[in-house]
DNA sequence: GTTTGGCTCAAACGATTGTTTGAATATAAA
DNA sequence: TTTATATTCAAACAATCGTTTGAGCCAAAC
């Protein structure tokens, strides 16, 4: 954390933000502790970012460009159903393994209301939005049946988001290596249950639009 | 908000500082505006409360003690495993549905690094694992399997809040009313899928015990 | 050599922060 | 009625907050 200036200051200064708001929140983290672990001066934040919560709009666009070229990736490939979904899980639990704090900053920012990036949450959620509604239309769900859309998509990113949020409590509790092994298992139960949990869906509540869904059971 | 002076000044500042805590976050609220709004005296923060961290601190435990109450009911009765995932969903969606901020800022808590209250959080976190890991068992699902544990409880947890986290921002977007009808349609909609989900995890990763899941295929 | 633009700095600013203090008031108990 | 306790108040405090400012340094361009 800000040990290597041979980067930018920017940069410096952004990756330490990240760093320091997903770990305290960012009304928590003032600009002079950034800057002291950034090893800036304090006006580079205004210099760089127009002030403190420009730092938070730049982590928000890095995440939210990051996470829609991963999901365009799975989405661009010829895939059989349970390969995409499992392509899916694995390039977002990837992304976020390497990506924690940037995803928890971002993930954390989305219920609260702060007034200086309320119209960036909304242009970006909707563009993220737009782009899965390919992936939905492909599974049989009807992106125009909104109340199911609004339920499966935040319910599904959600649960895999769901460790990396426990986490910091779980560790202390339950004792458990999260290495590879770890993360392999998570993403095959993740898979597993989402694959059985939409044929479930799709049985209920579209069957007509059902039959190009692999049996499992 | 604080405008129901017949109400004790300390339940008018928790219940102002709920509001706002979840609207804004914790550190984004001082004490001077849940005292305006709570129509009290910002000495009654620490007189009543410590400070402010103790407004925190209350807000968590009221958070536990109800929700620890909803989950014993369910486990309490003798139902049928799909009777205990519907029962179990349906009273935690009400449950937060009545309590959304209360659920809002004690989630919101979770990830992030507040010293005054990791052995609270530790504790209560600990609390509700126990309770739920008998709840597990019924299900065939192994509580000392602590990897799959660790997966599928927060995976379900975090779905069922899933909705509460995104509805601000997903109502600017999707026009959806979210009123009773859709809640049914919510909480049917997530039965189905865990109900799925976690036939399909059974069989996969616990074969012996899934003799006792009834066939929804 | 001079000018220009970009980067960096320390000091300063006005505002805000949570907590404390001692006095005043209200309530309960003797 | 008096005394003790609890509640409430406004002022004050030290610390911290994010932003700004003007000066200084450096490299590139003229």
């Known amino acids: 954390m800000g040990d290597d200036k041979t980067k930018q200051p920017r940069r410096r200064i952004l990756e330490t933000a990240i760093t320091l708001f997903a770990q305290k929140g960012f009304d928590a983290v003032g600009v002079r502790e950034i800057?002291?672990?950034?090893?800036?001066n304090i006006s580079m934040i205004s210099y760089y970012f127009e002030g403190k919560i420009g730092i938070l709009k730049a982590i928000i666009e890095e995440f939210h460009n990051k996470y829609f070229e991963v999901i365009s990736q799975v989405l661009s490939r010829s895939l059989t159903q349970e390969q995409v979904v499992?392509?899916?899980?694995?390039?977002?639990?990837?992304?976020?393994?390497e990506n924690t704090n940037l995803t928890m900053v971002?993930?954390?920012?989305?219920p609260l209301d702060i007034p200086e990036?309320?119209?960036?949450?909304?242009?970006?959620?909707?563009?993220?939005?737009d782009g899965i509604g390919e992936l939905v239309r492909q599974y049989g769900l009807d992106p125009d049946n909104k109340g199911v859309f609004a339920i499966v998509g935040p319910a599904i990113i959600s649960s895999?988001?769901?460790?990396?949020?426990?986490?910091?409590?779980?560790?202390?509790?339950?004792?458990?290596?999260?290495?590879?092994?770890?993360?392999d298992r998570y993403i095959d139960t993740l898979t597993t249950f989402f694959l059985y949990g939409l044929k479930g869906i799709i049985e209920k509540y579209q069957p007509a639009k059902g039959d190009n869904f692999e049996n499992h059971c």
Chains 1, 2 share one sequence.
């Open 35 to 40: 800057a002291k672990h950034a090893e800036v």
């Open 86 to 97: 499992r392509q899916l899980v694995t390039q977002i639990v990837n992304f976020i393994r």
């Open 106 to 110: 971002t993930i954390h920012s989305l």
């Open 117 to 129: 990036i309320a119209a960036l949450k909304t242009d970006r959620v909707n563009k993220l939005i």
């Open 160 to 183: 895999i988001l769901a460790h990396f949020r426990f986490k910091p409590v779980q560790k202390n509790i339950l004792q458990i290596e999260f290495d590879d092994a770890f993360y």
